[in-house]
């Protein structure tokens, strides 16, 4: 597996090679106990930007990336590939605004999969870099399964420890089911005007295996028949048909994707009470398309909210940070997302 390591805007440039871990231990502290040292100091800070695909996870950590010292780690899966970028949606130079990304675009090989366990490598690896030039890491993407086993320490057989280096502070973007799964549809919409179908095309290959590496996100598997249509010269009814079928499946599928990342989301809320503050962007994305308004609604419901919260995190002296274990994440918190939310109604 190839993995360009070195961070920069949306994009590194430094290739090394990267072989599959085998029983990984992850770290650099006692792997046998407890440092007293790291059981004592006081934690470094991590935010998390959870939620559903398509809620604006990548546009909120970029907006706190720009007010705060902060480079972002990228925690979706299908984004770490280097290929596919309409296709699996990753946000452009421009979009990134100069803000450094880590494990975007990384991985070489398309065949190849990128493990929780890879990401538990790689992007402790990157926390520590980034922290190492006193900016805040933030970890945002969809692939919920990563974030649990990066925070639980799943990679890890011995004693967890990630709770123990790090205070976290998780942000998770929400909006109702139906604004989100409208909006998924127009965002599909405009994927395949900016090319989704071509980029696919590229990578067609009708021996390719679905359930290995890149060709596992959504909008690849969907356009199998349709591609096939094109390599037997099938009718332009017939292959205009598949299109269709394939840009609804598509869209379907994408939805349902949104729906058990949401009970995801919820499940790991209930059982690990992680220090959360839900961000409600429905009233945001309804105000879609109406220009200055739009902007207006994102700051006030999400991206300020999230400032403040993020600001409270890193900067109260209060003694969170000092508690030598996990109880500060044990105990459900008060969400200034509430009282922000009182204030501004």
């Not at 089911?177 to 696919?200: I, K, T, Y």
């Amino acid at each position: 597996m190839k993995l360009y390591m070195t961070a920069a805007p949306c994009k590194q440039v430094h290739q090394v090679q990267v072989q599959p871990l085998v029983n990984f231990q992850g770290g650099s502290i006692n792997q046998v106990g407890i440092n007293v040292d790291t059981f004592f100091r006081r934690k470094d800070k991590v935010v998390f930007v959870v939620g559903a695909t398509g809620t604006g996870k990548s546009r909120l950590a970029i907006d706190l990336a720009t007010r705060f010292p902060a480079e972002i780690i990228n925690s979706d899966k299908m984004q770490v590939y280097r290929d596919l970028e309409i296709t699996t949606n990753k946000v452009t130079e421009d979009e990134c605004r100069g803000v450094p990304h880590h494990l975007l675009g990384n991985v070489a090989d398309p065949q190849s999969n990128f493990s929780a366990a890879d990401f538990c490598h790689h992007a402790s690896s990157a926390i520590e870099s980034i922290l190492s030039r006193d900016r805040l890491p933030i970890i945002a993407g969809g692939s919920n399964s990563f974030i649990d086993a990066l925070i639980n320490d799943h990679h890890n057989h011995r004693r967890p420890q990630f709770r123990l280096r790090y205070d976290i502070c998780v942000l998770w973007v929400d909006l109702s089911l139906p604004v989100l799964h409208g909006f998924v549809s127009e965002r599909v919409d405009r994927m395949v005007a900016n090319g989704l179908v071509g980029e696919v095309r590229r990578i067609f290959d009708p021996t390719a295996d679905y359930s290995r590496g890149i060709r596992r996100a959504i909008g690849v598997p969907e356009l199998d028949k349709y591609f096939r249509a094109e390599l037997r010269g099938d009718s332009e009814k017939n292959k205009a048909r598949l299109l269709r079928y394939a840009i609804d499946e598509i869209k379907k599928n994408t939805c349902v994707l949104a729906c058990r990342q949401l009970q995801k989301i919820n499940r790991f809320h209930e059982n690990w009470r992680w220090n959360t503050h839900r961000l409600e962007a429905t009233e945001a994305f309804l105000k879609r398309g109406q220009g200055l308004e739009a902007g207006d609604a994102w700051e006030k419901l999400v991206a300020g909210p999230a400032t403040m919260i993020v600001d409270d995190f890193l900067y109260s002296e209060g003694l969170a940070s000092m508690v030598p274990n996990d109880a500060v994440l044990t105990t459900a918190p008060v969400s200034l997302a509430s009282v922000v939310a009182a204030v501004t109604r």
